[in-house]
């Protein structure tokens, strides 16, 4: 496997025609392959993809997928595709090499990548970190499963730049010698049971992050997950290990609300974790993972630390929409497993009213089962978990059934006293009933600023 020694005339199937499968196929076009895109979504639905193939000269077929596919020297692979679809392990039986669209940007990218993987806190380490080189001057580009394939931009990087790069499970299963300079991985909790045989199969998943990673390289990971760190500990790189908890040797600790970043063995202060903006401790996490990566390229402390200082977080995390008559509507659109939800249960003091539910990835709602005891007045559930939901925890809290997002602000609204928080935290994906959890967020913060 690895880069193909000839690009140029190579023949590439890409499945899937959404962002990344658009963009991998104009990068491959721009370098001479012979690139022919396949997605199963209807031909008028896909009229926007099919203006930009054509104009790039792309052959492509919708509806269906055909044996046409396996006519090609490797296949790249979009992240909505599972690993376990009979597409592709048709084309691994036939023994062709099968890549992420990041695996194949990485071939072309002359900046050092920065890479970020983790079940929690994914998007705002990359934009945090991201704005830590923009910070410092750097030519910065932030990409990946953020939002923003990595293809568009890795022609125009060099090695004076960074490449910030948000990679999910899905796009690891897929790497060859995708090589970060830093690598992060900030936790790893079930998630995409729907998706993966069983969670090691998950957490083997996210430790690809590492796979090629050599000696001059870092390996930034959380000390306080103990699945995280005891693969950590192995590793044959850098390893700057970052605690919450406790102090230790090297990477980043919390030590009295202090943040510190060890150096040559000696812990230098870095800021008081209570000047850092976003709050909470999974984000006092986020930060020491974002200021090691930082720091392991060669920003200044100064720097980070004002960065931290000034960060407001990213949209649809613990995202404040409004104040109404007292209530607090907060938009947590992203937090798509059981995980975040829990963290983000514990991020206020407020009794909650909690809109969850959505398309249910096989979740194990009981780590929540206190805290909604102890927190959540009420639950407002939406979407295909909503029974499933609504079995679990009405013996915790009271829980009331909505039948839209709409339906849903109304029923939170009724619900809420004086004082209380509306959360949106729904513990599901949105696939159900919107295009993806940015559209779910967005709808949210519409119906609740026309409140």
Same mark, same amino acid.
């Given at each position: 496997?690895?880069?193909?020694?000839?690009?140029?005339? #190579?023949?590439?199937?890409?499945?899937?025609?959404?962002?990344?499968?658009?963009?991998?196929?104009?990068? &491959?076009?721009?370098?001479?392959?012979?690139? =022919?895109?396949?997605?199963?979504?209807?031909?008028?639905?896909?009229?926007?993809?099919?203006?930009?193939?054509?104009?790039?000269?792309?052959?492509? @077929?919708?509806?269906?997928?055909?044996?046409?596919?396996?006519?090609?020297?490797?296949?790249?692979?979009?992240?909505?595709?599972?690993?376990?679809?009979?597409?592709?392990?048709?084309?691994?039986?036939?023994?062709?090499?099968?890549?992420?669209?990041? @695996?194949?940007?990485?071939?072309?990218?002359? #900046?050092?990548?920065?890479?970020?993987?983790?079940?929690?806190?994914?998007?705002?380490?990359?934009?945090?970190?991201?704005?830590?080189?923009?910070?410092?001057?750097?030519?910065?580009?932030?990409?990946?499963?953020?939002?923003?394939?990595?293809?568009?931009?890795?022609?125009?990087?060099?090695?004076?730049?960074?490449?910030?790069?948000?990679?999910?499970?899905?796009?690891?299963?897929?790497?060859?010698?995708?090589?970060?300079?830093?690598?992060?991985?900030?936790?790893?909790?079930?998630?995409?049971?729907?998706?993966?045989?069983?969670?090691?199969?998950?957490?083997?998943?996210?430790?690809?992050? =590492?796979?090629?990673?050599?000696?001059?390289?870092?390996?930034?990971?959380?000390?306080?997950? @103990?699945?995280?760190?005891?693969?950590?500990?192995?590793?044959?790189?850098? +390893?700057?290990?970052?605690?919450?908890?406790?102090?230790?040797?090297?990477?980043?600790?919390?030590?009295?609300?202090?943040?510190?970043?060890?150096?040559?063995?000696?812990?230098?202060?870095?800021?008081?974790?209570?000047?850092?903006?976003? +709050?909470?401790?999974?984000?006092?996490?986020?930060?020491?993972?974002?200021?090691?990566?930082?720091?392991?390229?060669?920003?200044?402390?100064?720097?980070?630390?004002?960065? &931290?200082?000034?960060?407001?977080?990213?949209?649809?995390?613990?995202?404040?929409?409004?104040?109404?008559?007292?209530?607090?509507?907060?938009?947590?659109?992203?937090?798509?497993?059981?995980?975040?939800?829990?963290?983000?249960?514990?991020?206020?003091?407020?009794?909650?009213? &909690?809109?969850?539910?959505?398309?249910?990835?096989?979740?194990?709602?009981?780590?929540?089962?206190?805290?909604?005891?102890?927190?959540?007045?009420?639950?407002? &559930?939406?979407?295909?978990?909503?029974?499933?939901?609504?079995?679990?925890?009405?013996?915790?809290?009271?829980?009331?059934?909505?039948?839209?997002?709409?339906?849903?602000?109304?029923?939170?609204?009724?619900?809420?006293?004086?004082?209380?928080?509306?959360?949106?935290?729904?513990?599901?994906?949105?696939?159900?009933?919107?295009?993806?959890?940015?559209? +779910?967020?967005?709808?949210?913060?519409?119906?609740?600023?026309?409140?």
């Amino acid at each position: 496997m690895g880069k193909p020694e000839k690009i140029k005339s #190579a023949r590439v199937s890409v499945l899937g025609a959404a962002r990344s499968g658009i963009s991998v196929a104009k990068l &491959l076009k721009s370098q001479g392959a012979v690139v =022919f895109v396949s997605d199963k979504k209807p031909q008028e639905e896909a009229a926007q993809h099919i203006q930009v193939l054509e104009s790039l000269g792309v052959s492509y @077929e919708f509806g269906s997928h055909s044996d046409r596919i396996f006519d090609a020297d490797f296949i790249v692979v979009s992240p909505g595709v599972p690993s376990n679809s009979n597409l592709v392990q048709h084309a691994l039986k036939v023994g062709l090499n099968v890549y992420s669209e990041v @695996e194949v940007a990485s071939w072309f990218c002359r #900046a050092p990548i920065v890479a970020i993987t983790g079940s929690n806190g994914k998007t705002t380490t990359t934009t945090l970190i991201g704005k830590i080189f923009e910070k410092a001057g750097w030519k910065t580009v932030v990409a990946g499963n953020i939002g923003f394939p990595i293809s568009d931009y890795v022609l125009d990087v060099d090695e004076n730049s960074a490449a910030v790069l948000e990679v999910s499970s899905f796009q690891l299963d897929h790497i060859d010698t995708f090589k970060p300079k830093a690598a992060v991985l900030l936790n790893i909790t079930p998630d995409h049971l729907d998706r993966y045989e069983n969670y090691q199969a998950y957490v083997n998943s996210k430790f690809r992050i =590492f796979m090629n990673q050599s000696a001059g390289d870092f390996s930034i990971y959380n000390h306080d997950d @103990e699945a995280v760190n005891k693969h950590g500990e192995g590793l044959p790189t850098v +390893r700057l290990p970052f605690s919450a908890k406790e102090k230790i040797s090297n990477g980043g600790f919390v030590e009295h609300d202090k943040v510190y970043l060890v150096e040559d063995g000696k812990p230098n202060f870095l800021i008081d974790s209570k000047e850092i903006k976003i +709050r909470g401790v999974h984000n006092l996490y986020n930060s020491i993972a974002s200021a090691l990566a930082a720091r392991a390229l060669g920003v200044s402390a100064e720097v980070i630390a004002d960065a &931290l200082r000034e960060f407001p977080g990213v949209e649809h995390r613990l995202e404040p929409v409004r104040e109404l008559n007292g209530v607090r509507y907060v938009n947590d659109s992203k937090a798509t497993n059981v995980d975040a939800v829990w963290y983000a249960l514990g991020s206020f003091e407020s009794p909650i009213v &909690l809109i969850a539910g959505g398309k249910d990835k096989g979740n194990d709602y009981s780590p929540l089962f206190d805290l909604v005891k102890k927190k959540v007045r009420a639950m407002v &559930l939406i979407g295909q978990a909503a029974q499933k939901m609504q079995k679990e925890f009405s013996d915790k809290t009271k829980c009331v059934l909505a039948t839209t997002m709409e339906d849903a602000v109304s029923k939170a609204r009724r619900e809420a006293k004086q004082g209380d928080v509306v959360l949106l935290s729904p513990a599901c994906a949105s696939f159900d009933m919107f295009q993806d959890y940015e559209h +779910r967020g967005r709808e949210f913060k519409r119906l609740v600023m026309e409140l």
